[in-house]
């Protein structure tokens, strides 16, 4: 009986002593990137001013031996867990929407590629 | 006090305590999954194509190289903890890690064209330890956080605002995309990294 109490006891404890988390993180520029919006490039025709309209400032810009390319990050961070005392499991989940577009030496743009995720897309 | 309480409370204590089993998983980028690699001389379009915006992106001297790469982290540890107020008077722990992955490069020359391609895969273990630490926990058995930083392009623009020194050698850095690219975890102390100005 006594040994019952203290098991109950125990029960109680943790589960009162239980939690859960929820968090995200998100760093880098804001998502313009959208097909609609990158639509209007054209492969050929579109310069470095008609992407820096379109998406702003980009994470980074690399030179690349005359040529150059604008990259765009955005990282998002889900984690959810657990917390149960004796036992805690912690998920985290990232991903990257990104965009990158290569020009020429004349500022022209000469191949381009973008990601979004669908949560993203809106 | 009467024994039930008594027991009820060494029970409550007891689960304050004694911290024990978490697990820490880390899902970074997306799976590659069964691509084909594309073949030399294949146009950068076409690449991009195929497999989206690369995640790392470099000059080099005869072009340029892109990097793809999707980690899978599991850490668990199991700990126990005898103090209170932040002062363990014994503390023992048990960790370990195991690294999944997928890395990707693809190298292009001025002309926009694939001249090598190489993906790796692996699945091993990353490393762990155990310890028992009287009064102060000073050594954490397992260390994730140079694998699950934030992607260096956040980094870029602060790079060129540090100190002199930092700022001079900028161009060096594996970061900036003008200097070669380098995989989560590499050591800092050996390669072009070493040559780094504080």
């Not at chain 2, 005898?82 to 002309?111: P, Q, V, Y």
């Not at chain 2, 694998?147 to 060096?172: D, V």
């Amino acid at each position: 009986m006594k040994l019952s109490a203290g098991l109950s006891a125990l029960a109680i404890s943790a589960s009162l002593l239980a939690g859960c988390a929820q968090f995200e993180s998100k760093r880098g520029v804001e998502v313009n990137w959208q097909s609609s919006v990158t639509g209007q490039l054209v492969s050929g025709q579109s310069t470095r001013r008609d992407v820096l309209a379109l998406l702003g400032p980009p994470s980074q810009v690399i030179a690349l031996d005359g040529e150059s390319a604008l990259y765009y990050l955005f990282e998002h961070s889900e984690g959810e867990g657990v917390i149960l005392i004796l036992y805690n499991r912690m998920q985290i989940d990232t991903r990257y929407d990104r965009a990158i577009f290569f020009f020429n030496e004349d500022d022209v743009l000469t191949e381009y590629a973008t990601h979004l995720y669908p949560a993203d897309e809106a | 006090m009467r024994p039930s309480g008594t027991r009820a409370s060494a029970a409550l204590l007891t689960c304050v305590l004694l911290a024990a089993c978490s697990q820490w998983r880390y899902d970074l980028g997306a799976p590659l999954g069964d691509i084909t690699l594309p073949s030399p001389k294949t146009p950068l379009a076409e690449a991009l194509q195929l497999l989206g915006p690369p995640l790392l992106v470099s000059a080099t001297d005869s072009g340029f190289v892109l990097a793809w790469e999707h980690w899978r982290i599991r850490e668990n540890s199991v700990g126990f903890r005898l103090g209170a107020l932040g002062a363990d008077f014994l503390s023992a722990d048990w960790g370990d890690m195991r690294i999944k992955g997928e890395f990707l490069l693809l190298t292009f020359n001025r002309d926009h064209l694939l001249t090598s391609a190489t993906r790796s895969d692996w699945d091993n273990h990353g490393g762990g330890g155990k310890a028992i630490q009287p009064l102060f926990g000073f050594v954490s058995v397992v260390d994730v956080e140079d694998l699950t930083e934030a992607m260096p392009q956040h980094r870029w623009g602060s790079s060129l605002l540090q100190r002199l020194p930092g700022t001079l050698n900028t161009n060096s850095n594996p970061d900036t995309g003008k200097s070669g690219l380098q995989q989560r975890g590499t050591p800092t102390a050996a390669g072009q990294q070493s040559l780094g100005m504080d």
